[in-house]
């Protein structure tokens, strides 16, 4: 052996820093909150005995977290130190080490509260980072230790790839954090922001039916389902965010945030739907948004005879084109500035976002919203018309049975089934459940403030021992029932009945 083990242990040291690096910059941009170290450290914090924690506390101080932080790091430099002696020896033994510290990282980030699968992702970027790198830099050392001869050569080589690591590993961290301290000071804005006209309202305890497992008709916002086309989420000042409504009209408009904000008010409960949304989907929500009317800002503006839609564009470059007569009829569509009396979650569009009753969200519901360009649709095409979406995208009529849930053993005898229907901006006249291709029962029915929402909806019937398929379906106000042909989502929206499979039997 002609190499010393200082220069294995750098390798370690340094692949490990840059796995470390490019997780962080991973949950900085896919802005997670924290990096997975400091998931690691929350883990021992909840693994932690209170005891144990109150002495460290009353140790440490408020110290308690960054020591706890620091700790981990150095121990973790212990351990990719020593991952980098093992390949001295073989290949593979570094990797059990790599592989068992990203197995800790995922436990650690999986077992938080409000855990995503997404949350994963910057622990598999740094694993990655780990065996590329390291091998890398051990190719270099086992190269010099077959070859003596190269020694110096392989030396340089060695020197020059972990310098490398190094300089990138910093930058990508530097770089990461600056993105995410750009999240954090739009979060705080966020926070501190109080919005003229804004209020904060419960549901109306009517919209229940009262029955548990049913969607709550207002959906909170954290649970409320994202869809973009966006990894990094847009954050915007309010200050810097500023709107152009243009294209064919007399007086173009720019508005500021504030001068947005000081426009009067509306508020209005409307349920959002994607129309990607699978039959019996989760892709929909129903929310109290606070904003301005579009047809009173788009009435004053002299808007020309030819036009036919407005081409909405976001910060980020999404685009959708819009009817024209959605936005200035008597419906409540809006540049909304709060969800469930809070300003926007920056993933729902914060600072400004519209909300159109009635359409599916790809052709309305621009989050993050700068531009407006009045014009026709023989010109403006959205992002995803361009990708064979329908350019006209009406929500269709539905209905979705959350309980029970398919596959799920009941006891035989009355069984309550419910869940929730919609049809915004027609509304719903009744729901109907069908039980193994018997006659269709007319459902209980919460009461909505408007047709703009979704209604609850519940009916007991009598299941006798054995399995059983339910199925439900949905009546408009304008009279249409739902039809049961089966098509996908695309081109502008599934169609089919919302079918469960249950099995009834005697306690
Ligand atoms: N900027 C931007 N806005 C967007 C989208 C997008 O990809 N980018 N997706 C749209 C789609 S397809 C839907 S269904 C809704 C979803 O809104 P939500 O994520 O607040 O539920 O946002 C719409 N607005
Ligand atoms: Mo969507």
């Given at each position: 052996?002609?190499?010393?083990?200082?220069?294995?242990?750098?390798?370690?040291?340094?692949?490990?820093?840059?796995?470390?690096?490019?997780?962080?910059?991973?949950?900085?941009?896919?802005?997670?909150?924290?990096?997975?170290?400091?998931?690691?450290?929350?883990?021992?914090?909840?693994?932690t005995p209170g005891a144990v924690a109150e002495r460290a506390i009353s140790v440490?101080?408020?110290?308690?977290?960054?020591?706890?932080?620091?700790?981990?790091?150095?121990?973790?430099?212990?351990?990719?130190?020593?991952?980098?002696?093992?390949?001295?020896?073989?290949?593979?033994?570094?990797?059990?080490?790599?592989?068992?510290?990203?197995?800790?990282?995922?436990v650690a980030v999986l077992t938080q509260r409000g855990a995503d699968p997404v949350d994963a992702l910057p622990?598999?970027?740094?694993?990655?980072?780990?065996?590329?790198v390291h091998s890398a830099l051990t190719d270099a050392l086992r190269r010099e230790q077959r070859r003596p001869d190269l020694e110096s050569r392989e030396r340089r080589v060695f020197v020059m790839v972990a310098g490398v690591v190094a300089v990138a590993s910093l930058g990508i961290a530097v770089a990461g954090r600056f993105v995410g301290a750009g999240r954090r000071h739009v979060e705080v804005s966020r926070r501190l922001l109080r919005i003229p006209g804004v209020t904060r309202r419960q549901a109306p305890a009517a919209t229940s039916v009262?029955?548990?497992?049913?969607?709550?008709?207002?959906?909170?916002?954290?649970?409320?389902?994202?869809i973009d086309t966006t990894i990094a989420k847009p954050t915007i000042e309010p200050e810097d965010w500023s709107?152009?409504?243009?294209?064919?009209?007399?007086?173009?408009?720019?508005?500021?945030?504030?001068?947005?904000?000081?426009?009067?008010?509306?508020?209005?409960?409307?349920?959002?739907?994607?129309?990607?949304?699978?039959?019996?989907?989760?892709?929909?929500?129903?929310?109290?948004?606070?904003?301005?009317?579009?047809?009173?800002?788009?009435?004053?503006?002299?808007?020309?005879?030819?036009?036919?839609?407005?081409?909405?564009?976001?910060?980020?470059?999404?685009?959708?084109?819009?009817?024209?007569?959605v936005l200035t009829d008597e419906r409540d569509a809006m540049l909304a500035v709060a969800m469930n009396g809070r300003?926007?979650?920056?993933?729902?569009?914060?600072?400004?976002?519209?909300?159109?009753?009635?359409?599916?969200?790809?052709?309305?519901?621009?989050?993050?919203?700068?531009?407006?360009?009045?014009?026709?649709?023989?010109?403006?095409?959205?992002?995803?018309?361009?990708?064979?979406?329908?350019?006209?995208?009406?929500?269709?009529?539905?209905?979705?049975?959350?309980?029970?849930?398919?596959?799920?053993?009941?006891?035989?005898?009355?069984?309550?089934?419910?869940g929730v229907a919609w049809h915004q901006h027609t509304g719903?006249?009744?729901?109907?459940?069908?039980?193994?291709?018997?006659?269709?029962?007319r459902a209980e029915l919460g009461t909505v403030p408007s047709v703009d929402t979704w209604v609850q909806w519940a009916l007991t019937v009598d299941l006798p021992e054995g399995d059983h398929e339910v199925r439900v379906r949905a009546v408009g106000r304008d009279g249409d029932t739902q039809t049961g042909v089966v098509r996908d989502p695309a081109p502008d929206g599934a169609t089919g009945l919302h079918t469960i499979e249950i099995s009834a039997s005697q306690s």
């Open positions: 052996m002609t190499t010393h083990r200082p220069p294995w242990a750098l390798a370690g040291v340094l692949a490990g820093l840059a796995g470390l690096a490019t997780s962080y910059a991973a949950a900085m941009v896919l802005t997670i909150r924290e990096s997975p170290v400091v998931a690691v450290a929350e883990l021992v914090i909840r693994l440490l101080g408020h110290l308690d977290k960054p020591a706890l932080v620091v700790g981990i790091v150095v121990l973790l430099l212990g351990c990719f130190a020593g991952a980098g002696v093992l390949a001295r020896r073989s290949w593979w033994l570094p990797i059990t080490v790599w592989a068992a510290l990203a197995g800790l990282g995922l622990v598999v970027v740094g694993l990655m980072t780990w065996i590329t009262g029955l548990p497992g049913v969607a709550p008709w207002q959906t909170p916002n954290e649970d409320f389902y994202l709107l152009r409504i243009h294209g064919l009209v007399e007086r173009e408009l720019e508005l500021t945030y504030s001068e947005l904000v000081a426009r009067p008010k509306t508020e209005s409960w409307i349920t959002l739907a994607c129309v990607s949304n699978e039959v019996g989907g989760g892709l929909v929500g129903n929310a109290r948004w606070s904003g301005v009317r579009l047809a009173t800002l788009l009435s004053g503006l002299g808007i020309s005879e030819e036009a036919d839609c407005v081409l909405q564009t976001s910060h980020d470059g999404w685009t959708c084109a819009t009817p024209l007569e300003p926007l979650p920056i993933e729902h569009g914060f600072p400004v976002r519209t909300v159109v009753p009635g359409l599916y969200g790809y052709v309305s519901a621009t989050k993050w919203v700068v531009d407006l360009e009045v014009t026709t649709f023989a010109k403006a095409v959205g992002y995803w018309t361009t990708k064979g979406w329908s350019a006209e995208g009406p929500v269709k009529i539905a209905s979705r049975i959350d309980v029970p849930r398919s596959g799920d053993d009941v006891e035989a005898g009355p069984v309550s089934i419910g719903i006249a009744a729901v109907e459940v069908q039980v193994d291709g018997g006659p269709w029962q």
